[in-house]
C-alpha cells in the first residue's frame, strides 16, 4: 500500500511540472549529443547548429551524387550493395560475370588504357605522399622545438598549447570539409587588426622617439636670430661671415666721416 502511496505522489508531482517546449527539448538534445563543447552562448549553439546544416547539406548532394550514378548504371549499384554487405568486390564481380567476362574485361584495349593511366596515377600518388610525409616529419619537428621553447620560458602552459593545437586542428579539419565557421572567420580578422594595431603603435613609437631625438638636438645648438628672420647657429654664422674682395675699407670710412 505503501509503494501505490508513493507512486501516486510521483505521478502527481510530474503532471504538475510544466511541460518542457520543443525549443528547449532541442537544445537540450544537441547538448546532450555534443557534452563536450559549451553550447549556453547563443553565437556558439548557432555556429554549432550552423556546421551541423552545412555537413547535412553535403551529405545530402553526395548521396544524390552516388544516386544519379547507380540509376545510370544499375550494374555497379548492384556491385556496391554486394560490397555493402561485406562482399569482396572481386568475387562479386566473377559471380555475376564470371572468370570469362573478367579476363575479357582485362583483355579491352580501353579497359587496358584506362588502367594504366590509373597505374600510373596512382604511382605519382605513392612518390608525392612520401614526399609530403618527409616534409611533414621535418616541419612538425622544428614546429615541436618552438611549441617547447614557448613552453619551457613561461610564456604558455602545457593546457594552453595543447588547446591551441586542438582549435587549429579542428579548423583544418572542418576546412578541409569544405566548412568555414563564421566565428572562427571573425576570430582570424580580429587577430590580424591586432597585429596591425601593434604594428602600427610600435612604427608610431619609433617616429615620436625620431622626432624627439631631433628636438634634443636643436636644443643642444645655440642659435641667433638674422636680420631675414631666420635663425642660424653660431658656428655656422661665424663659418660664413667673409670680408668683401677688392674693396677699400679706408676711403670708405672717410667718405662717411666727410
Not at 12 to 17: D, M, R, T
Not at 93 to 107: F, K, M, N, P
Request: hydrophobic share 30%; glycine share 4%; net charge neutral.
Amino acid at each position: 500500500m505503501a509503494d501505490e502511496k508513493d507512486k501516486n505522489i510521483e505521478n502527481k508531482v510530474a503532471q504538475n511540472e510544466p511541460p518542457v517546449s520543443k525549443k528547449d527539448a532541442f537544445r537540450k538534445r544537441i547538448a546532450d549529443k555534443f557534452p563536450e563543447e559549451d553550447l549556453s552562448d547563443e553565437n556558439a549553439y548557432y555556429g554549432k547548429m550552423s556546421g551541423l546544416m552545412d555537413n547535412y547539406d553535403k551529405s545530402e548532394n553526395e548521396r544524390k551524387r552516388i544516386s544519379d550514378a547507380f540509376s545510370k548504371n544499375p550494374a555497379n549499384a548492384s556491385l556496391f550493395q554486394s560490397v555493402m554487405n561485406g562482399r569482396d568486390l572481386l568475387s562479386t564481380y566473377v559471380t555475376r560475370y564470371g572468370v570469362d567476362g573478367l579476363i575479357s574485361r582485362l583483355q579491352d584495349p580501353e579497359v587496358v588504357a584506362k588502367l594504366q593511366k590509373e597505374q600510373d596515377d596512382y604511382l605519382k600518388k605513392v612518390e608525392e605522399s612520401g614526399k609530403t610525409k618527409k616534409n611533414f616529419d621535418k616541419n612538425i619537428n622544428k614546429s615541436l622545438e618552438t611549441i617547447e621553447g614557448l613552453v619551457k620560458d613561461g610564456t604558455y602552459t602545457d593546457e594552453q598549447v595543447n588547446g591551441a593545437i586542438s582549435n587549429i586542428e579542428e579548423i583544418v579539419n572542418d576546412y578541409f570539409m569544405g566548412i568555414i565557421k563564421p566565428e572562427i572567420l571573425v576570430d582570424v580578422m580580429h587577430a590580424k587588426s591586432y597585429s596591425d594595431d601593434i604594428a602600427n603603435a610600435a612604427n608610431q613609437a619609433a617616429v615620436k622617439a625620431k622626432n624627439d631625438k631631433i628636438d634634443r638636438a636643436k636644443l643642444a645648438k645655440p642659435e641667433v636670430p638674422t636680420l631675414n628672420g631666420k635663425s642660424e647657429s653660431v658656428m655656422q654664422k661665424s663659418s660664413e661671415f667673409k670680408l668683401p674682395k677688392n674693396r677699400n675699407i679706408w676711403a670708405g670710412a672717410k667718405r662717411n666721416n666727410l
